[in-house]
């Protein structure tokens, strides 16, 4: 009886620990989802249906509806008059088929190293953005308004990608960005990954030199170490810029991220960057620049004039991540080569979706969704920043920048993995380690934090719960 009242009661904090703006369901299973994963054992069972609908004050076919999903997806099993348990087999067979082989010595190597997490939902996710007040209503009637008969054509290969999503995505960035570039420089992408994969497969050799920033982006990092490239970094302090000993020249690719440092959550600096630029002395240079705000713009590196700059850009981050569009920014000249490659090895597609993205560009609605989040992200930094100023063991804060991420630096005695697991244990909180993401040369610690999750009184409890958490850490370590 204790163990279920136990378990009952793990599950009670996972729950309310979740956005309150979430629906029930998506709380429930992410709360069961993130047990599961770091907390129960194989044949953990769960408590009651009719306790849990009474703890948690939902309904039964809410209860039911999460059940069946875990259940189809492997991770519980239930006997109609028993109850439901935890299921790890299916997680052990995965692990035993790559045990098995033969498989690449990247996928080894990315199977290894810092992943994409499970967890996307919950207080403080980093790297995804508030997808509840998107407006999706307006989304289904762009949609309706595009799917009509004369449209069929939509439904076929794309050529090069949509040409009325190119020419609403150029008008964009001269808004945004005062990027002036011709309409045969865009070339349509899945994603972000979709496009560094592109620009990886066109530009460099198996072999390669690519060099990244420390902190880097981890998704950058995996689609270059999976297309054989050689990967360096250099590491980058926010106010002095590159400090340390600097890779070798002439890599073939130098990648930063954009307007916004990813991991740490504030403005890149346009001239740390040139300055990089000119001792490396590239082949060619990549910008991922994944988030939009005004005044942000100048500390881009890219110029669309240049002979060996490419822009990256993403809908997932600006809309919802599901979306999976994204753009090139290419010098004159190398657009076609681009595209043939994507043709002869991905195919083209989601014109449909093209279309849809258009109509919600030219019609003004993104522009006036940017504007609006930038405002709200920067009020949730401010406020976070003031929940977590003064905490036991946090030495410096990333300020609020209007982004959906920022960074606590910690104190360099700190264990910032095992902090990020106690905060997920113990508080149902997510915030990734930054060391993880750090290059062997660079000692820092700290953790990385969204906002695109929380806001007002989840905000506000959240945030101090985190702080509370670090704060008891840091007494122990003592």
């Known amino acids: 009886m204790d163990d279920r009242r136990q378990t009952l ?15 029930k369901r998506c709380r429930l299973e992410q709360t069961l989802l993130t047990l599961i994963a770091q907390q129960w054992q194989d044949g953990q069972r769960l408590p009651g249906h009719r306790a849990l609908c009474v703890t948690l004050g939902v309904a039964r076919n809410t209860l039911a509806g999460v059940i069946e999903s875990l259940t189809r997806q492997g991770h519980l099993i239930t006997d ?23 498989i690449s010595r990247r996928a080894v190597g990315l199977l290894a190293d810092v ?4 967890l996307q939902s919950g207080a403080f996710v980093p790297g995804v953005p ?23 054509l939509l439904l076929s290969y794309a050529s090069g990608g949509y040409g009325p999503l190119k020419r609403a995505i150029a008008g964009y ?12 420089q865009i070339v349509i992408t899945e994603g972000a990954h979709h496009g560094l994969q592109l620009c990886a497969l066109t530009l460099a050799d198996t072999g390669d ?15 270059f170490h999976a297309g054989g490239l050689e990967i360096e970094h250099a590491i980058w302090e926010p106010q002095a810029g590159y400090a340390g000993t600097l890779p070798r020249t002439h890599p073939r690719l130098l990648y930063f991220t954009g307007a916004h440092h990813y991991p740490l959550g504030v403005r890149s600096v346009s001239a740390h960057k040139q300055s990089l630029v000119r001792e490396l002395e590239p082949d060619w240079i990549l910008e991922d620049d994944y988030e939009f705000g005004d005044g942000c713009h100048r500390e881009l590196a890219f110029d669309p004039d240049a002979g060996n700059r490419i822009l990256i850009g993403s809908f997932s981050k600006l809309m919802f991540p599901g979306l999976r569009l994204g753009y090139l920014v290419v010098p004159r000249g190398l657009s076609d080569a681009i595209n043939r490659v994507r043709t002869g090895v991905f195919r083209e597609g989601r014109l449909l979706d093209q279309a849809v993205l258009a109509a919600f560009i030219d019609d003004g609605d993104l522009d006036e969704w940017c ?10 930094q401010q406020r976070l920043h003031d929940l977590l100023i003064g905490t036991p063991g946090v030495i410096a804060i990333s300020p609020p920048a209007g982004n959906i991420s920022l960074s606590l630096a910690l104190s360099p005695t700190l264990d910032d993995e095992r902090l990020s697991q106690v905060l997920l244990n113990r508080y149902q909180l997510i915030a990734r380690p930054l060391s993880r993401v750090c290059s062997k040369g660079d000692h820092r610690r700290g953790l990385i934090l969204g906002v695109g999750m929380v806001e007002g009184e989840t905000l506000e409890r959240q945030g101090r719960r985190l702080a509370e958490g670090i704060g008891q850490f840091v007494e122990q370590q003592r």
């Open 9 to 23: 009661e793990r599950i009670e904090r996972g729950y309310q620990a979740q956005p309150d703006h979430l629906t």
């Open 80 to 102: 109609h008059g028993r109850g439901t348990w935890v299921c790890k087999r299916l997680l052990s067979r995965q692990r035993e088929i790559a045990d098995i082989g033969p």
């Open 115 to 118: 992943g994409a997490s499970p």
């Open 130 to 152: 508030d997808i509840v007040h998107f407006p999706i209503a307006r989304w289904r009637q762009l949609y309706s308004r595009i799917t009509v008969p004369h449209n069929t």
């Open 173 to 184: 960035l001269a808004r945004w960005r005062g990027i002036d570039c011709s309409l045969d």
């Open 209 to 223: 030199r690519v060099v990244m920033d420390s902190p880097f982006y981890w998704g950058a990092r995996n689609v």
């Open 371 to 380: 504007r609006r989040m930038a405002n709200a992200y920067l009020q949730r």
